[in-house]
């Protein structure tokens, strides 16, 4: 019998006296497909994280092919050949995609003919894996979907015999899971190992060979994919039975008006974008990576500055500026919480306050008790599980941090909600939460505009479901409209475009 790729043994992991992994056994067969589950929190990126050397376990061994190693670093995880795409990315800001592709091997001597064969490596890795990137790129130039690619096509031309995948497919659409499912399964076919943490069990269960469940940092099981169900594995993550079902928002009063509104909004792809949201409706925007979501809602919000007109309450809002669609009742929840959201070294009572400071300049001891108040509400509201009120946001899970990015927001009590990605690494229990929220805060006559890459997502919560191409809308959808259509919709007929 082969050893195993992976074999885990007693790892142990605490922080500050709290257990985050206890006592974790597990192994992993060379070229298998392994799938991690388990609530946010749960200590799934905290495994991987081992495995991948960004941290030391407290206790407990580590052997790869039979052999027991040490991995202290990222490096040494690498000179075993292991690679750990995380959930926060790993990228050089200012660099192009080949660089940082090959970042790690920059000591090396060999100048241009070096660079000419890593031209022509990358070239045929991007062949292999059916991405779509620019070598010459900046990585900050592009899309988070297509930073994670750039993060993978560095894993296999570093070699990887164990790649660790943490929730990758959170950032990407339909089309671009399913191609990176494939190429998953062609990796293993091909010998390398894989672990994908994902909240979307249904791809799990399609990927992989086996599932872990982790569930407050214990391993629960171990099984055969093709002997689980998506409903047993929530059941084993959660520890009873629930109710994931998505709540019906509720229908949109006739008489209610229109809150907010835009005519020809347009900035570089981005073109004659109109919209109307009356109060209480949610309007969801599909649509493919680079299609002109995002821009379009930074446009709303007045992030970026283009052509058009915004209008809330009728009153069109001139020098359109973040500042002024917040005073105009307008908040944006971002897509990326570390860039834009999140100020990740303090904590989450100060990171929900941040963004309502503005409107809270009372004296200071008043402020800190209606501070503590809010924060406490908002935070129940969305479920932050954090052992601490006052830990830094980035020692929380990441569908943690999903969490206290939104509940930043809803402290304005805003009148026009913009949202991107709101689940966006939230666990199925969370998650519908948060369509709980989003949904009721429509129905107290809230206008809301969401993002989302997850079709099943937008059509759950939407009242009407406006897709863009090309950053132009190219139709508009009632709740109720099979998601065929909107998928169609969102590629075009790729023949008929044509002229
Ligand atoms: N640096 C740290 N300091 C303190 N606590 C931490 C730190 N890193 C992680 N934790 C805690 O460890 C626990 C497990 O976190 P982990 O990130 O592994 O969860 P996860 O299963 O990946 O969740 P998610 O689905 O939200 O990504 C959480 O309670 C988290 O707050
Ligand atoms: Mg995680």
Redesign the pocket.
Known sequence: MTAPAIAVRGVEKS??G?T?LHDIDLDIAPGEVHGLV??????????L?ILGGA?RADAGTISFDGEQVSIGSPRDAIAQGVSLIS?EGALVPALSVLDNVFLARWSQRGGLIRARTDRKRLAALIEQTGFTVDPGERVDRLAIGVQQQVEILRSLARGARVLAL??PTAVLTEHEKANLLGLIRRLAAGGTTVIL?S?FLDEVLSVADRVTV?RD?ALVRTGAAAEQTPRQLVRDMVGREIDVLYPDPRPVPEAAPVVLSARGLGRGLVQAVDLDVRAGEILGIAGLVGSGRTETLRLLFGADRGDGVVEVDGVALTRHSPRRSMAAGIALVPESRKEQGLVMVRSVSENVVLSSLPQRRVGPFVRKNAERDAVGTVSKSVDI???DPG?AI????????QKALFAKWLLNKPRVLLIDEPTR???VAAKTQIHHLITDLAADGMAVVCVSSEIEELLALSHRVLVLRHGRPVGEYPRGTSREVVVAAAFGDQEGDRP
């Open positions: 922080y500050s709290v985050v388990g609530e946010n929190g749960a200590g799934k990126s905290t495994l994280k941290i959930q943490d929730e943490v909240h982790l940092g599980r954090a052992a830990a980035e020692t929380l899970s990441g569908g943690n941090q690494g939230v666990d």
